[in-house]
C-alpha cells in the first residue's frame, strides 16, 4: 500500500516551519523600531532639512536589510539549536519534524546573501561603505553567536544584545552621508545613546532566556552564565543591570526634559520596568515573564518616538 508522504519532505511543511523560524513578530518589532525611529522622532527633528533626508527605495532597503538579516539569524540559530529546542521548547522543535536542515541552511544562505546584496547597493548608492560593513559584521556576529558564541559565558549574551542595539545605529549610518556636518554628530549620538539602552535592555532578557533553558543547555554541554554560575548570580546581573539602565535613562530624561515636566512624556517603560523588578524581588523566578517585560519596555521605548520631545 503507498504511504502517505510526511511532512518533513512537505514542501508546505518546510515553508510553514521556516516561517515560523524566522520569529516574524520579533521580525515586525525590529522594522518597527526603525521606522518609528525614522518617522516618529527623525523626522520632527528637522533642524531645516538637516537631517532625516532618507526617503524612497533606500529607505526601503534600509529596512529590508534588517528584516532579512534578523530572518536569516534566527533559522542559523534554529540549525545549531536542535538538540537544546527539543529539550527547552519541544513544542517549538520544528527543526528535523516540520522543515529539514538542509532546507534551512539554504534559506539562510540565501535570505543572508540577499540581504548582503541589497546593503551592498546601500553602499553604492549613498556612495559611502558603511552600511556594508554594518551588515557584514551583523551577518558574522549572528553566525558566530550560533556556531561558537553561544557556549561562551556571557559572550554571546552580549554580542545579540549589541546587535538590538544596531538598529538606531544603522539607520543613523544610512542618515549620515546626508546630514549637515553641524548635525552628523548629534545624529550618531543620539542613535547611540537610544542603542545604548537597547542593548542593555537586550542583555537583560538575553540572561532571561538563558536562566529559562539551563536544562537544555546542561545536557547540551553549553557553557553559559546561567549553567556555570546558577540563578542567583543571573538574577544579580539582572538587577544590576536594571538599575544602571534605569538611572542612566533618568538622568537623560531629566537633562533632555525642558521644561520639567516633559519628563512624564518619557515614562511609557516605566510600568514594565517597574514589573521587572517585581519579579525579581520574587523568591522563585518566572524567567520567562521577565523576558516578556524586557521585550514590553523595548516595544514601549520605540512606541514612544511618537510623542517624545526633539
Not at 540581504?115 to 553566525?143: C, D, E, F, R
Not at 557556549?151 to 542618515?175: C, D, I, K, Q, R
Request: hydrophobic share 55%; proline share 5%; charged share 15%.
Amino acid at each position: 500500500m503507498a504511504t502517505q508522504p510526511s511532512s518533513l519532505s512537505s514542501k508546505r511543511g518546510n515553508l510553514a516551519g521556516l516561517w515560523t523560524l524566522a520569529r516574524p513578530v520579533n521580525v515586525a518589532i525590529a522594522a518597527a523600531t526603525f521606522l518609528l525611529l525614522k518617522f516618529g522622532w527623525l523626522a520632527r527633528w528637522d533642524d531645516g532639512n538637516l537631517v532625516g533626508n532618507l526617503t524612497g527605495w533606500p529607505l526601503v532597503e534600509g529596512m529590508l536589510v534588517v528584516a532579512l538579516l534578523m530572518m536569516s539569524g534566527n533559522w542559523i540559530n534554529a540549525y545549531f539549536d536542535v538538540h537544546e529546542d527539543r529539550i527547552n521548547r519541544p513544542d517549538r522543535a520544528l527543526v528535523g519534524r516540520s522543515v529539514k536542515r538542509r532546507v534551512l541552511i539554504v534559506a539562510h544562505q540565501v535570505v543572508n546573501g540577499a540581504g548582503l546584496l541589497i546593503a551592498a547597493h546601500l553602499s553604492w548608492t549613498l556612495q559611502v561603505w558603511t552600511p556594508l560593513w554594518m551588515a557584514g559584521g551583523i551577518s558574522y556576529i549572528l553566525w558566530q553567536y550560533s556556531a561558537r558564541w553561544k557556549s561562551t559565558p556571557l559572550f554571546g549574551n552580549v554580542a545579540v544584545a549589541a546587535l538590538l542595539g544596531m538598529v538606531p545605529l544603522w539607520l543613523a549610518a544610512l542618515e549620515a552621508p546626508m546630514a549637515s556636518d553641524l548635525i552628523r554628530p548629534r545624529l550618531w549620538g543620539y542613535m547611540g545613546g537610544y542603542g545604548a539602552l537597547a542593548m542593555g535592555v537586550g542583555l537583560v532578557r538575553e540572561l532571561a532566556k538563558d536562566a529559562m533553558d539551563i536544562e537544555g543547555d546542561r545536557l547540551a554541554g553549553k557553557h553559559t552564565l546561567a549553567v556555570r554560575r546558577g540563578e542567583s548570580v543571573i538574577r544579580s546581573w539582572c538587577i544590576r543591570l536594571l538599575l544602571t539602565i534605569a538611572v542612566g535613562y533618568a538622568a537623560g530624561v531629566l537633562v533632555w526634559s525642558n521644561p520639567l515636566h516633559e519628563a512624564v512624556l518619557w515614562m511609557a517603560p516605566l510600568p514594565f520596568c517597574i514589573h521587572a523588578f517585581v519579579v525579581l524581588s520574587l523568591p522563585r523566578i518566572k524567567w520567562s515573564t521577565l523576558s516578556r517585560s524586557m521585550l514590553l519596555i523595548l516595544m514601549t521605548g520605540g512606541l514612544q518616538c511618537l510623542w517624545i520631545p526633539v
